[in-house]
């Protein structure tokens, strides 16, 4: 999905294709909030050329902010952090072997000097990424603020009509 210049304002990365599922909560929710946005697998272990190349290339691409998605020894989001000066969101896939403990503390022990913003571990830290990327963009692009803005008050109405949790 791109903006109306072709370019996309958030990169979606995560370290394998087996991380989509988590991550395409990510995805839809930037859809659904019309944030031009691309999609990719790039690996610090797999991939270290294009994880290099990726960083750098991403500013002068017109990206904003990037969303990375790993599982297990998640170098992926503080490596990016490392080679780029874009605010980096990170998301711990839940591996099999630890839960996503792994992920999580992979990505959230920064050292000071180097930040990755840590969301929870899968789906719900996927979908908080793709609303913080939101509302970093959205001073930059009303319309994105505006999306958002939507979002929250149809949230919030969805709990309100339904108050009583016996009725279906
Ligand atoms: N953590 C990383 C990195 C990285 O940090 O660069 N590259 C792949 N992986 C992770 O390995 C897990 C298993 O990957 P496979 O399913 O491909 O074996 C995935 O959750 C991926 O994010």
Redesign the pocket.
């Known amino acids: 999905m791109s903006g109306s210049d072709g370019a996309p304002l958030v990169g979606v990365v995560?370290?394998?294709?087996?991380?989509w599922e988590t991550m395409q909560h990510c995805a839809d929710t930037l859809a659904r909030l019309g944030v031009p946005h691309e999609v990719r697998v790039v690996?610090?272990?797999?991939t270290p050329d294009l994880?290099f190349r990726y960083a750098e290339e991403a500013p002068a691409r017109g990206l904003r902010v990037i969303v990375a998605?790993?599982?297990?020894?998640?170098?992926?989001p503080g490596?990016l952090a490392a080679k780029t000066a874009l605010p980096v969101l990170g998301v711990p896939?839940q591996?099999h072997a630890l839960n996503g403990l792994d992920?999580l503390l992979s990505i959230v022990q920064m050292p000071a000097g180097i930040p990755v913003g840590t969301l929870a571990i899968g789906r719900a830290g996927a979908i908080n990424a793709a609303l913080l990327s939101a509302a970093m963009l959205q001073y930059a692009h009303p319309e994105i603020g505006a999306a958002l803005a939507q979002f929250r008050a149809e949230q919030t109405d969805t709990v309100l009509d339904r108050p009583d949790p016996r009725v279906p």
């Open positions: 995560m370290g394998s294709r087996s991380d690996s610090a272990h797999r994880l998605g790993a599982g297990g020894a998640a170098h992926l490596m896939v591996s992920s």
